[in-house]
Nanobody
Framework: QVRLVESGGRLVQAGDSLTVSCATS????????MAWFRRAPGKEREFVAA????????HYADSVKGRFTISRDNAKNTVYLQMNSLKPEDAAIYYC???????????????????WGQGTQVFVSE
């Protein structure tokens, strides 16, 4: 059974750093592109970052570029999102997603991701 379980979300202050994790099981992680999406209250789900199968390529939303870093450890079946210089507008539920899609150019598109976690909540106070 495929499972993606996010953890690490909590309340932080603006300017703080936080790392959220996604523990995976039930599939071979190295065969999947992995990504983070987020949904803020009252807003649509949006792409945050994606990392390629071996971790040698990554792509970020403009809103987080330079502040967030996505990484993966295929041996540990875990994907990470390190978030620095957090802003109140980063507050959201962060979702981990897995895609078997081979076209790296489509990695911002939520529909190419077949497996999703339940999310972890990040709060950012002023």
């Amino acid at each position: 059974q495929v499972r993606l379980v996010e953890s690490g979300g909590r309340l932080v202050q603006a300017g703080d750093s936080l790392t959220v994790s996604c523990a995976t099981s039930g599939f071979t992680l190295s065969r999947y592109v992995m990504a983070w999406f987020r949904r803020a209250p009252g807003k649509e789900r949006e792409f945050v970052a994606a990392v390629s199968w071996r971790g040698d390529m990554s792509h970020y939303a403009d809103s987080v570029k330079g502040r967030f870093t996505i990484s993966r450890d295929n041996a540990k079946n875990t994907v990470y999102l390190q978030m620095n210089s957090l802003k109140p507008e980063d507050a959201a539920i962060y979702y981990c997603a897995a895609s078997y899609e081979s076209n790296w150019a489509s990695m911002r598109i939520a529909q190419v991701y077949s497996h999703w976690g339940q999310g972890t909540q990040v709060f950012v106070s002023e």
